[in-house]
């Protein structure tokens, strides 16, 4: 453990775990899931939410003090290796030829357009967007995985789940999808 946690954790309400930027464009670096839910075994680090709750259960915090962190904004890779659709393959920290890569600016105009195609990893409960031409690669939250998360946090007993931040949500869709996924009245 890096902190006391065990033994401040009693002085407070909640934790916020912000489950987000487990894997970080830099030059030289690989590419990977920034908000998995669960490790994916290519992943060495094994970083994921999933890791961060475990680690925060076995230091002795209760998991109704625990609040899961949802990414509404992406991490951009490029010049990226082509095999496997991007994923975990040698990339470097760049610019996106869409721009920012908040949900506000992902949603409407660059899933599944402009030669982004959407992926989905089945063990990390998390999607991706790959463009070939452009070998970029692109680690986001969407309504799926946001809801996968939020049964998690539901399934674990958590005291809910946060997220970074309001501003980057497109059409309160992912906001729609907490709501959704908690069982909760549309917006």
């Known amino acids: 453990a890096k902190s006391d946690i065990q033994n401040?954790?009693?002085?407070?309400?909640f934790l916020n775990i912000m489950a987000y930027?487990?894997?970080?464009?830099?030059?030289?670096?690989?590419t990977g899931h920034h908000t998995a839910l669960y490790s994916h075994p290519?992943?060495?680090s094994g970083q994921s939410a999933d890791a961060a709750v475990k680690n925060h259960l076995a230091q002795g915090v209760p998991p109704h003090k625990l609040v899961l962190g949802l990414a509404f904004y992406g991490r951009v890779w490029t010049e990226v290796g082509a095999d496997n659709a991007g994923f975990r393959q040698p990339g470097n920290a760049g610019e996106?030829?869409?721009?920012?890569?908040s949900y506000t600016n992902l949603s409407p105009s660059v899933i599944d357009q402009q030669g982004?195609?959407?992926?989905?990893?089945?063990v990390a409960q998390a999607p991706w967007l790959w463009n070939p031409q452009e070998r970029t690669f692109v680690s986001y939250d969407d309504p799926q995985s946001i809801t996968a998360k939020v049964h998690y946090a539901r399934d674990k007993?958590?005291?809910?789940v946060m997220f970074w931040q309001y501003t980057s949500d497109y059409q309160h869709e992912l906001l729609k999808a907490i709501n959704a996924a908690a069982g909760r009245q549309p917006l």
Do not use: I
């Open 157 to 160: 007993g958590l005291a809910g």
């Open 42 to 44: 290519e992943d060495t």
């Open 21 to 30: 930027d487990f894997n970080f464009p830099r030059e030289g670096g690989v």
């Open 116 to 122: 982004f195609v959407r992926h989905w990893d089945n």
């Open 8 to 13: 401040w954790h009693p002085y407070l309400d």
């Open 96 to 101: 996106a030829s869409f721009g920012r890569a």
